[in-house]
Every structure is written in structure tokens, then in C-alpha cells.
Nanobody, 115 residues
Framework: QVQLVESGGGLVQPGGSLRLSCAAS????????MAWYRQAPGKQRELVAR???????NVADSVKGRFTISNLNADNTVYLQMNSLKPEDTGVYYC?????????WGQGTQVTVSS
């Protein structure tokens, strides 16, 4: 089994920053990918950023230049640094781990960007 624990969400003003963390534990393979998704009210869940143990990353066009995914390391923790936040970044952010054809989700952390 795999457990994912997210942290770092909260309320921030437009233009502010937040850093989300996702710690994976349990039966983790040597090669896997972790990703951040978000879901705004009334919208579908969408991919924000993804990183693999090979070091490759990809970031959604809507957050490119503002969000950075990093630090997939021996601690199996991944971070999402979010800068220049906008109200449209509001939503529940979920961490996901893919390995061996299976995927696992965290419980989500709320990010609210509002003045």
C-alpha cells in the first residue's frame, strides 16, 4: 500500500506564494512518477505538474513560469512551489503517485486565492 500526505495549502492574496508538500510512504518502487492535480468548484480535475524519478518534469501551460515541481528524492517527497498566484488557481490540490500501472491519490489540500 501507498499513503500520500499533502500539506501547505491555505488562503493567500493574489500575487502571493504557497508551497505544497506531498510525502509518500509505504511500498514505493524505485521508479515512479508523482504529480499535482487541482479541481476547482464545478470543474474537472486537471493536471498541474508532474515529475518522475528520472528527473523529467512537465507543467501545465496555465501555470508555466509561476509553478515549479521539484525534489523527488530519497524521502519520496515532492514539492509544488506556487508563485504569483491568481484567483483562478483556487481549488483543491491533490497529489498522485503512479507506479507499476497503479495510481494512488492523497486526500487533497485547499488552496484559496482571494483578497
Amino acid at each position: 500500500q501507498v499513503q500520500l500526505v499533502e500539506s501547505g495549502g491555505g488562503l493567500v492574496q493574489p500575487g502571493g506564494s504557497l508551497r505544497l508538500s506531498c510525502a509518500a510512504s509505504g511500498s514505493i518502487f524505485s521508479t515512479y512518477a508523482m504529480a499535482w492535480y487541482r479541481q476547482a468548484p464545478g470543474k474537472q480535475r486537471e493536471l498541474v505538474a508532474r515529475i518522475t524519478t528520472f528527473g523529467s518534469t512537465n507543467v501545465a501551460d496555465s501555470v508555466k513560469g509561476r509553478f515549479t515541481i521539484s525534489n523527488l528524492n530519497a524521502d519520496n517527497t515532492v514539492y509544488l512551489q506556487m508563485n504569483s498566484l491568481k484567483p483562478e488557481d483556487t481549488g483543491v490540490y491533490y497529489c498522485k503517485l503512479d507506479q507499476g500501472g497503479l495510481n494512488y491519490w492523497g486526500q487533497g489540500t485547499q488552496v484559496t486565492v482571494s483578497s
